[in-house]
C-alpha cells in the first residue's frame, strides 16, 4: 500500500506534464489511442465522482446548503463571466460568424463535471463545486438559450431532459454512492484515500486521449487564431474567478472551487449544440472540441500549482 500511495502521489504532483504528454501523442499520432471510445467517456467521469464520494462527509454538505450564498456566487459568476469573455474576445480577434458562435457557445454552457474533478485534485471545495456545477447545469436549458440570443442575436435549442439527466447520472449518482459506502465503510475509504489522486489523474488521460485522437486532424487544421481565443478564455475564466474570490475575502478552498468553476465550461455540450443549432456552420463545433482538450490540460496544471496552496 505504500508503494501505492508513492505512485499515487507521483501522479498527482506530475499530472501536468503526464496530461500534456498524453495529449502530444494523442494529436501526432492518434492511431496510438483511437482504442479508447467516445462511449467510454462518462463512465470514466463516473469513476472519478465515485471516488470523490469517498472523501466526502455530512459537514462538508452541510457548509454548502447552509451557506447558500456561495452556490449563488458562482452560478451568477459562471453567466456572467464567461459569456462577456466570449464575445469580447470574438470581436477583439474578428472571429467569423461561425467560430465566433462556437465560441460564445462555449461561454454560454455551465461548467463541466471535469471541474469537480480538477477541485477534488486541487485540494479544493468539493462540495462547493459540485453543488456549482449542479446547479448551473439545472439552470442552463433556460440561461444557455437565453444568454446566445442576447449575444447572437439567434437561439439555440436545449434538451432539459437530457441535461438533467445527465447531471444525475455522471455527478449526483456516483458521488452519492461514494458518500453512502464511505459513511457505512469508513476504515476501508480511508485506507483508500491517497490511492484515488492516481485512478483520477488517469481517467483525466484516458479522457483527453479520447478527445484529442478522435478530433486530431480537425484541431490540426484550425490553425492559431482559434487556439488564442481559447486559451485566453479559458485562463481568463480561472484569473476572474481567484480575484473574484479574493475580492469576497473567501477561503483558499473555496476561491480554488470558484475559479476552476468559471474556468473550466462543458464544451461538449457546446460542440453538440454547436452541431445541432448551426447546421451551416460547420467550423462553429471546433472551439468546443479545442476548448475540451485544453481546459483538461489547463486544468491539470492548475491543480499543480493550486496544491501547493493551502
Known amino acids: 500500500m505504500e508503494f501505492l500511495r508513492k505512485v499515487s502521489a507521483a501522479f498527482g504532483r506530475y499530472m501536468g506534464l503526464i496530461v500534456v504528454a ?27 465522482m465515485f471516488g470523490m464520494g469517498l472523501t466526502l462527509d455530512f459537514k462538508d454538505f452541510a457548509l454548502v446548503f447552509t451557506r447558500p450564498k456561495y452556490i449563488l456566487l458562482g452560478c451568477i459568476a459562471q453567466f456572467t463571466i464567461m459569456p462577456a469573455l466570449a464575445y469580447c474576445l470574438s470581436v477583439a480577434f474578428a472571429l467569423d460568424a461561425a467560430l465566433m458562435a462556437g465560441v460564445v457557445l462555449v461561454g454560454t454552457c455551465p461548467g463541466g463535471t471535469s471541474s469537480n474533478v480538477i477541485t477534488y485534485l486541487s485540494r479544493g471545495d468539493v462540495a ?5 456545477t449542479s446547479v448551473n447545469t439545472l439552470l442552463a436549458p433556460f440561461l444557455t ?9 439567434t437561439t439555440v435549442n436545449v434538451d432539459v431532459f437530457a441535461m438533467f439527466l445527465s447531471i444525475v447520472q455522471v455527478v449526483i449518482v456516483p458521488i452519492v454512492l461514494g458518500f453512502v459506502i464511505n459513511r457505512l465503510f ?10 484515488l489522486p492516481a485512478v ?3 481517467a483525466i488521460c ?20 482559434v487556439f488564442a481565443v481559447v ?8 484569473l476572474c474567478g ?18 476552476i468553476e468559471v474556468g473550466m465550461q462543458n464544451s461538449g455540450l457546446a460542440t453538440s449544440l454547436a452541431g445541432s443549432s448551426f447546421p451551416d456552420l460547420a467550423m462553429a463545433t471546433v472551439p468546443g472540441a479545442i476548448f475540451s482538450v485544453w481546459h483538461n490540460i489547463s486544468g491539470a496544471l492548475l491543480a499543480g500549482v493550486y496544491r501547493r496552496w493551502e
Not at 474570490?245 to 478552498?253: E, F, N, P, S
Open 145 to 153: 438559450p437565453a444568454i446566445t440570443y442576447l449575444l447572437l442575436r
Open 200 to 202: 483520477s489523474v488517469t
Open 242 to 259: 481567484f480575484l473574484l474570490g479574493k475580492v469576497l475575502g473567501l477561503d483558499t478552498a473555496r476561491t480554488k472551487a470558484i475559479s
Open 22 to 48: 498524453v495529449t502530444l501523442l494523442a494529436l501526432f499520432v492518434p492511431s496510438s489511442c483511437l482504442w479508447i471510445q467516445t462511449g467510454w467517456i462518462n463512465p470514466l467521469l463516473m469513476a472519478v
Open 128 to 132: 462547493l463545486s459540485v453543488g456549482m
Open 186 to 195: 469508513s476504515a476501508l475509504t480511508r485506507a483508500l484515500v491517497d490511492v
Open 206 to 225: 484516458l479522457i483527453v486521449a479520447c478527445v484529442v485522437s478522435h478530433n486530431s486532424a480537425r484541431i490540426l487544421a484550425t490553425g492559431g487564431l
Open 231 to 238: 486559451f485566453l478564455h479559458n485562463m481568463l475564466g480561472y
